[in-house]
């Protein structure tokens, strides 16, 4: 920015020379041409072009003047102008550009003509490029955890499963989860495997049982009769097991009819969904799952922080990292449908993002301009438009001396 006003004035400071200088020449021209006017007659029109043509100058040179200081230091009215106004100027600009530049219909047709896809999936795509993005990123996560309390990532893991759950219904995802299980006889699979589990049990347990058995007998009672109790019990149990194993026992028809009703409870009585919800809210808040959470994050932190660390050309997070981004750039490159859905999304944001903060922005273009004192506002606005301008007195000097040059020749006419 700084070598580009330098050059902005270089050029205005040399087309002033020339107009400044143009001046001085008409005012050389038309001394000469008056002074010497006795002696040759022909230079009335050229004093008479001279003279117009100096009045013009002055009278351009003044006007550009006025717009930036007081012509000569002369404290003439309506001088000055920019500096006097800088402040009305300010709230000018900030007002154009905010209600003529950044408008969200505006920025969102300039924006038609990018291809902000096109241009990412091209450069992504060039291997050196999606390897240096990638170890940028990935040694850029360790300052990225450090700012990141671990307080606040579990109650962030613990906040975020509460609104997962708030938002999904449980109740019906588990009868339709159910319905498959019995419709494929997955349920019987689980009565048999329940009812091996009771026999093993039992049998395993022999010596457990006949002890409560024993222990709850009255003491008068024979351990004869003791003993017949218990194994006339623990055989009747293990009957019972092997007729519920039956493929028509009437214990297999109830737990098909117990899996019937719970499965149409699970897609029609809300309080099966108000009692898991209320479930798992409680192990949510449990401070069990709460530990989990935290370890859980100390174990990714820990992981990402060694990567991060260590990140190189090797790196293995890096290279998934990259490979991510090469898949990333292909899939721009070769699908127009994700480009085109990409490219809008991007123009949305941007449009939406700049037409959003206009107001801010037009602001601080006000409050800028108003921070410069007036010399400021005075140089950097002649520094940019004073080129111009100053062609503007070396247009006044010419046109100038052709129209005293014309009403020179039409007073001879007449």
């Known amino acids: 920015m700084q070598e580009q006003e330098q050059e902005q004035g270089r050029q205005f400071k040399r087309v002033r020379a020339l107009a400044t200088g143009l001046l001085l020449a008409m005012a050389i021209l038309f001394l000469g041409a008056h002074l010497l006017r006795h002696r040759y007659p022909w230079l009335a029109p050229v004093g008479a072009f001279a003279e117009a043509a100096m009045v013009g ?8 003047t006025a717009l930036f200081r007081r012509p000569l230091g002369l404290p003439i009215p309506h001088t000055a102008i920019i500096p006097r106004n800088k402040d009305r100027i300010g709230a000018g600009v900030a ?40 170890v940028e990123l990935v040694s850029g996560i360790p300052s990225l955890i450090r700012m990141v309390e671990d307080d606040d990532v579990a109650n ?19 009868a339709e ?5 019995i419709a494929d006889r997955r349920h019987q699979l689980l009565f048999d495997r329940m ?11 022999r010596g457990f049982i006949r002890q409560k058995i024993h222990e709850k007998s009255p003491r008068w009672l024979p351990r004869m009769v003791d003993d017949k109790l218990f194994e006339r019990l623990l055989h ?29 409870g699970l897609r029609h009585d809300p309080a099966y969904e108000e009692r898991i919800k209320r479930a798992l809210a409680e192990t949510l808040r449990h401070p069990l799952f709460r530990s989990y959470s935290e370890q859980f994050w100390q174990l990714v932190r820990q992981r990402l922080m060694r990567e991060g660390e260590s990140a190189a050309a090797d790196s ?21 449908v994700v480009q085109a859905k990409l490219n809008d999304w991007l123009r949305s944001f941007i449009a939406d993002a700049v037409a959003g903060r206009r107001h801010a922005i037009a602001s601080l273009v006000r409050r800028v301009i108003e921070k410069w004192d007036a010399d400021t506002i005075a140089q950097k606005f002649e520094l940019f438009v004073g080129r111009d301008l100053q062609y503007i007195r070396i247009n006044g000097t010419l046109v100038g001396g052709l129209v005293g040059l014309g009403l020179y020749l039409l007073l001879l006419v007449l």
Request: no cysteine.
């Open 57 to 64: 100058a002055l009278a351009d040179w003044f006007a550009v």
């Open 195 to 205: 009812l091996g589990m009771a026999a093993d049990t039992l049998e395993k347990n």
């Open 236 to 264: 009747a149990a293990q009957e019972t097991l092997v007729e519920m194993r039956e493929e028509d026992s009437p214990w297999r028809v109830q737990f098909q009819q117990a899996a019937q009703e719970l499965i149409d």
């Open 316 to 336: 293995p997070l890096a290279a998934r990292v990259e490979r991510a981004l090469l898949a990333l750039a292909e899939g721009m490159r070769t699908d127009p």
């Open 177 to 181: 989860v159910a319905a498959v299980l």
């Open 156 to 174: 962030l893991i613990q906040s975020t499963a509460s609104s997962a759950l708030a938002r999904v219904r449980l109740a019906p995802l588990l």
């Open 95 to 134: 007002n154009f550009l905010e209600y003529n530049f950044m408008t969200r219909e505006v920025l969102f047709e300039e924006l038609q003509a990018v291809d902000f896809a096109g241009a990412a999936s091209s450069w992504l795509a060039e291997p050196g490029n999606s390897h240096a993005v990638a």
